[in-house]
């Protein structure tokens, strides 16, 4: 290409974060840049998105060579999955920077450092979904570390340097273990007659041995395992986003933890693909073990945001389960619920960011008759919620439905076990909405502010999004699906045969 628009996308937000950090202090100068940066950086991302083939692979290429002793790349691309993680980053970040309007206000770090922060991580989440090199995809992998660390353990709650700290220790396991495997795929690729590469089409070509690929395979799986966050590997998740600001755990499980199971599917499937297959029923039981798990324990939580973190214990393993079914409508299933919970996930922990600033309180039984004080709030919460179950008619349904189809035609004993995280999932998130929305009006909660006009402005879109996706979901599908159709040639699974017998017309 002639005007490199990926490096221009991720750079932007970069830019705009030293940018953020050298206007005046205590003003509003450094939010209101920051969200305008933010949306001129969405505006690129939908034009890009205008310009995208369907039907064309990778595009907006670039590729300079960067470390050549050792066959590292400045490669990027996107493909269908990378475009609507892009766009979902994109999207969430003005509407988080919209809703932390005031949340660094109580002066323990500048207002500066929170915003620049934030665009600092989009830039970093922008470059891993764009990258086309396993060495710049892991650079980038770790980077983003570093913005989410200070965003919980300089702006969060009071146990925040030890939520940080654990988030830390956690994906820095997982970052040491994949960096095992991409020196290892180093020394994979420096046996080929072309030399050592990272580059993503290179090392799909490499020839492995069985042995090697599949140690090799458990490296990124693990790493990706982690960020998901799949069960037994999830514990940092719910005090990370319980000691959080609301946004911030926005951006941590909208956007950082999709890199999981992005990279499941890109790296995972894409360069070790019999591996993938080898992995598959341990994978699959553990997915379904997760949607149960994370299902049962956000059942008994009384920390607001405690209960979300769990409920995307359970949505993650969803997604994984139909990464790893291996057929069209599982995966497409998957990477929709990536965009999808995504959507719902923000707008749960926003609205209940915006209770919980209200009352001082985030926990459950500290409420009770909002509904009648806030309105519209209620509202809110209630289709925000209504869209974590997958109700009908919003969009996480569509991507839960394909999940499950898919899993029926792979496996019917995981599928009908995981259909019980759907019932579960009405029950955590309606027995939270009447304990705190619904009965008899507390003295605490009597006189809650309704929302204002920047709440509303800040979770109206994703509202629109929910519903609009709920009822169409075909432009995104359209997107997502060749890249599945990529996938599963890849890894050399195809769709089962129709089991119900076609009976020929009459002659």
């Known amino acids: 290409m002639s005007v490199p628009w990926l490096t221009i996308l991720g750079a932007a937000p970069l830019l705009g974060a030293v940018l953020v950090m050298l206007l005046p202090r205590r003003s509003e100068l450094p939010k209101q840049a920051a969200f305008a940066i933010s949306l001129a950086v969405l505006g690129l991302s939908i034009a890009l998105a205008v310009e995208y083939d369907v039907d064309g692979g990778f595009q907006f290429v670039e590729n300079y060579s960067w470390i050549e002793a050792f066959g590292a790349h400045y490669a990027v691309g996107l493909d269908g999955l990378g475009l609507a993680l892009v766009l979902l980053t994109t999207i969430l970040t003005p509407v988080v920077i919209l809703a932390s309007w005031n949340d660094a206000d109580d002066g323990r770090w500048s207002t500066n450092s929170f915003f620049a922060w934030m665009l600092g991580l989009e830039g970093l989440a922008i470059g891993v979904f764009a990258a086309t090199d396993v060495f710049l995809f892991y650079v980038l992998f770790e980077a983003t570390l570093i913005p989410i660390y200070f965003l919980i353990g300089g702006f969060g709650g009071a146990r925040r340097s030890y939520a940080s700290v654990k988030f830390l220790l956690f994906s820095l396991f997982g970052g040491l273990l994949m960096l095992a495997s991409v020196v290892g795929l180093y020394v994979v690729s420096a046996d080929s007659a072309s030399g050592p590469s990272y580059l993503l089409e290179d090392l799909m070509a490499a020839d492995m041995s069985q042995n090697t690929e599949r140690l090799l395979f458990l490296g990124f799986f693990i790493a990706f395992a982690i960020k998901a966050p799949m069960w037994p590997v999830h514990t940092w998740l719910p005090d990370a986003a319980s000691e959080a600001t609301p946004g911030t755990s926005v951006l941590l499980v909208s956007v950082l933890d999709k890199i999981g199971t992005f990279g499941m599917m890109r790296f995972c499937l894409g360069i070790f693909p019999e591996a993938s297959q080898w992995a598959t029923p341990v994978v699959i039981a553990l997915a379904v073990f997760s949607v149960l798990y994370g299902a049962v324990l956000a059942i008994g939580q009384n920390d607001i945001r405690r209960l979300i973190a769990y409920t995307s214990v359970s949505h993650f393993g969803f997604i994984v389960l139909g990464i790893f079914v291996m057929n069209s409508q599982g995966q497409a299933?998957?990477?929709?619920?990536m965009?999808?919970?995504?959507?719902?996930?923000?707008?749960?922990?926003l609205i209940t960011g915006f209770l919980i600033t209200r009352r001082g309180s985030k926990m459950i039984s500290d409420f009770g008759g909002v509904e009648k004080s806030a309105p519209v709030?209620?509202?809110v919460f209630l289709v925000a919620g209504l869209s974590s179950l997958s109700l009908p008619g919003l969009s996480p349904f569509v991507s839960e439905f394909l999940v499950l189809a898919g899993t029926f035609t792979e496996s019917i004993t995981a599928a009908v076990i995981a259909?019980?995280?759907?019932v579960l999932a009405a029950l955590y998130i309606l027995l939270m909405y009447q304990r705190t929305m619904t009965g008899p009006v507390r003295e605490s909660t009597r006189n809650l502010p309704d929302l204002g006009g920047r709440e509303i402005?800040?979770?109206a879109p994703l509202l629109a999004l929910i519903v609009g996706l709920g009822f169409y979901p075909k432009p995104a599908l359209d997107i997502i699906n060749p890249t599945v159709d990529t996938l599963l040639e890849r890894v050399g699974a195809r769709d089962p045969e129709p089991t119900v017998a076609v009976?020929?017309?009459a002659k």
């Open 333 to 337: 299933g998957a990477a929709l619920y």
């Open 339 to 349: 965009f999808n919970h995504g959507l719902s996930t923000a707008a749960l922990f």
């Open 377 to 379: 709030l209620a509202g």
């Open 419 to 422: 259909t019980l995280g759907i």
């Open 457 to 459: 402005a800040a979770v």
């Open 503 to 505: 009976r020929e017309e």
